[in-house]
C-alpha cells in the first residue's frame, strides 16, 4: 500500500549543484504534480502531468525542469540549485486532471531540501 | 483569480473540547473545496471534499465541514479533538471550469497545538 513515494527524504546542495528528485506512484493514476511548501506559504504548484507524455507549468516553475518518465514516474531536475530553491518539495497524484470530478490529490511524504 | 484565506495561523484547543477551523475562499463560481492535514514529516493527508449537494460533509477522524457560500466559507469542525489531531490543516479551493489540479489554490494553512 505505497501509494506516493518519494525519494530522498532529506538533501543538502550547494549552490550551482543539480539534481533529480524522484516520485513515483502505485496506485494507476494519470495525472502527477510537482508542489513546493514554504513557511507561511502554503503550497504551491511547480509542474504537473496531466496523463503520460505531456508536462506543464504550475505557478513557479523557473528553474525547475520535470520528466513523465512513463505513467508512474514523474521527476523534478534542478539544474543550478540556489538558496531560494530551499523548500520541501510534495510529490502527489491524481486519478486524472479534473480533480472536481471525484480525483483527489494523493500526497508523498516530501523532500526536505536545503541550498547552501 | 480564486484565493482561499485561512485567518488563524495558529489554535490552541484543550484536548476534548470542540474545534472549528476558518477557511474563507474568493471565487466567482461554484467553486470545489477540500481540507487536508499534513502531521509532522509526512505529505498531506484529505480529510473530506465538497463538490455539490449536501452543504455539510462528513470526513475520515471525525472531522466534518460546512460550505456556506452566503458566507464564501467551508470551516473545518470536530466536536473533541484529541492529543493525535496536533498538525498542519490546510484548506484548498478549486473550479470546475478552471479545470482541474492545476487550478487548486491552497491555503496557507493552520497550525493546530492540542493542550493536554
Known amino acids: 500500500n505505497a501509494g506516493v513515494t518519494q525519494t530522498p527524504k532529506f538533501q543538502v546542495l550547494k549552490t550551482g549543484q543539480s539534481m533529480t528528485l524522484q516520485c513515483a506512484q502505485d496506485?494507476?493514476?494519470?495525472?502527477m504534480y510537482w508542489y513546493r511548501q514554504d513557511p507561511g506559504m502554503g503550497l504551491r504548484l511547480i509542474y504537473y502531468?496531466?496523463?503520460?507524455?505531456?508536462?506543464d507549468k504550475g505557478e513557479v516553475p523557473n528553474g525547475y525542469n520535470v520528466s513523465r518518465l512513463n505513467k508512474r514516474e514523474f521527476s523534478l531536475r534542478l539544474e543550478s540549485a540556489a538558496p531560494s530553491q530551499t523548500s520541501v518539495y510534495f510529490c502527489?497524484?491524481?486519478?486524472?486532471?479534473?480533480?472536481?470530478?471525484?480525483?483527489?490529490?494523493?500526497f508523498g511524504n516530501g523532500t526536505r531540501l536545503t541550498v547552501t | 483569480a480564486q484565493s482561499v484565506t485561512q485567518p488563524d495561523i495558529h489554535i490552541t484547543v484543550s484536548e476534548g473540547a470542540s474545534l472549528e477551523l476558518r477557511c474563507n475562499y474568493s471565487?466567482?463560481?461554484?467553486?470545489?473545496l477540500f481540507w487536508y492535514v499534513q502531521s509532522p514529516g509526512q505529505g498531506l493527508q484529505l480529510l473530506l471534499k465538497?463538490?455539490?449537494?449536501?452543504?455539510l460533509v462528513q470526513g475520515i477522524k471525525g472531522f466534518e465541514a460546512e460550505f456556506k457560500r452566503s458566507q464564501s466559507s467551508f470551516n473545518l469542525r470536530k466536536p473533541s479533538v484529541h492529543w493525535s489531531d496536533a498538525a498542519e490543516y490546510f484548506c484548498?479551493?478549486?473550479?470546475?471550469?478552471?479545470?482541474?489540479?492545476?487550478?487548486?489554490?491552497f491555503g496557507k494553512g493552520t497550525h493546530l497545538i492540542i493542550q493536554p
Open positions: 465538497y463538490f455539490s449537494g449536501d452543504t
Open positions: 471565487y466567482g463560481a461554484t467553486p470545489y
Open positions: 502527489a497524484s491524481s486519478r486524472n486532471l479534473m480533480v472536481g470530478t471525484n480525483s483527489p490529490l494523493h
Open positions: 502531468s496531466a496523463s503520460e507524455g505531456t508536462t
Open positions: 484548498a479551493v478549486g473550479s470546475y471550469s478552471g479545470g482541474g489540479a492545476d487550478g487548486l489554490t
Open positions: 496506485m494507476n493514476h494519470n495525472s
